[in-house]
């Protein structure tokens, strides 16, 4: 665990180190779960985003984009259940005056139970060694089926008060289980209340005419309204996707973890407009064709997991999460879920519009059903970043640290660097560049000696050096350097752009979805 946060701190550190992300306002001590970008960070950020979108849009041919306002007309939030539903039961430490989830709380209670049975079994097969049978020991040692016992009881209970809204009942099951205030070690809580997680804002000038108004805390919703709109004007078919990328806002009660969980997020988000009775065929298809996305950019496949929900969402008849294996263990990356005809019904409802299609094989008009993926791009940052960390030990015992990032995602592809100031090294390596930034991320180095320059790039995942020496001024070659392995080629010159084509060649990343 030690080890897992130190990676985590040494994560957090390097993207501010090397201008990813810096916390916001800093100057002013920074504003709690609201983060900037910095030069590197937004160029990782735009690729990431940008891989989806052609993913979803340009690779699709029933599935267009928009973009919608973030500010939506009020009733919107009554129609998609956000209002009533989009709470969160919180409960505060009166002695250390902290905010908690209390559901948090109560399933932070269920892990530490859960670590307990894991440690028994850890115990057991060192002592048995090879014989040692994990399914004959969990189901029959009396100490883990006790666990076992009390782990779902509790979780059976906790399902049934959230699912029931009995907040009192949440309150006497955190006093049962003696659940203490992390901060304060104190049992002493106050009642649970709702918090519901929009935030609240107006629009227009007079206190008398202007409206309460929500930032939105997706982006489906603009995707929904506009859903006849993009119907008519696209004479789109279903099955048919709408997406859309763009920021999401949350007062989020604990809101922690870097840029895992904050208040002013980046949602990447397509609803998938299908025929009714048709919605989990499409389910698991979008359900394999999102791992196959996530798998496609090299990422070990051992890092993502599905987790089905048992719990819904006010929304949703079926629902899953790929979880991804962050420092701090498996969390959800990304949610996939059959939202039914939910919010289309409910628009229609609250706007008196028909928001139906008319299907010319049947002649009839019905409200379709609709499957949704649905990422945070930051949340996909994290993943990215975190895992392409790595420290190396080189063959001559120095260290490196290098971003090891899909090529396709790497914020600059690659660095021009003469190697002395002088003798017509930087012309020719800014004639290089000049070549290629029409098609290619590049950036130009010539301080410091060469090494420390692959060290810099390297810490900023740059895939390619390219080189230019005193050779290159009399046959007109450079070398190529490359990242992961480190080794270098000459080429000629003339061949870089060629070369660096078909090394950042986009197809063959799409190829893998
Ligand atoms: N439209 C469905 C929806 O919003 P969600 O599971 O609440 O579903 C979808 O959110 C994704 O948005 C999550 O899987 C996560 O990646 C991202 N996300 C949600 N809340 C976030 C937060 N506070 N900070 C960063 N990302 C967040």
Redesign the pocket.
Known sequence: MAEKNDIFKKVISHAKEYGFVFPSSEIYDGLN?VYDYGQNGVLLKNNIRDYWWKSMIQLNKNIVGIDAAIFMHPKTWKASGHIDAFNDPLIDNKDSKKRYRADVLVEDYIKKIEQKIQKEIDKASKRFGKDFNKEQFTSTNSKIINYKNKASSITNRLDISLKEDDLSDLKSLIEELEIACPESGSRNWTDVKQFNLMFGTKLGASSESSIDLFLR????QGIFVNFLNIQKTGRMKLPFGIAQTGK?F?N?IV?RQF?????E???M?MQYFVTPGTQKEWYDYWKKTRLKWHYSLGIAKENYRFHDHEKL?HYADLAT?IEFKFPFGFK????I?SRTDFDLLNHEKLSSKKLQYFDTESNQRHIPYVI?T???????FLAVFSSAFKEELLEDETKRIVLKLPNILAPIKIAVLPLLKKDGLPELANKILDELKWDFMVSYDEKDAVGRRYRRQDAIGTPYCITVDHQSVKDYTVTIRDRDSMQQERISIRGVTKIMHEKLDQKKWFNKI
Do not use: V
Request: aromatic letters at 6%.
């Open positions: 779960a805390p997706e982006t489906a999401a949350r989020e809101a840029i895992f969980r904050m208040r997020f980046e949602q988000e969402a999460d959800e990356l990304e949610g879920h949704e649905s990422i945070g791009l930051d949340r996909m």
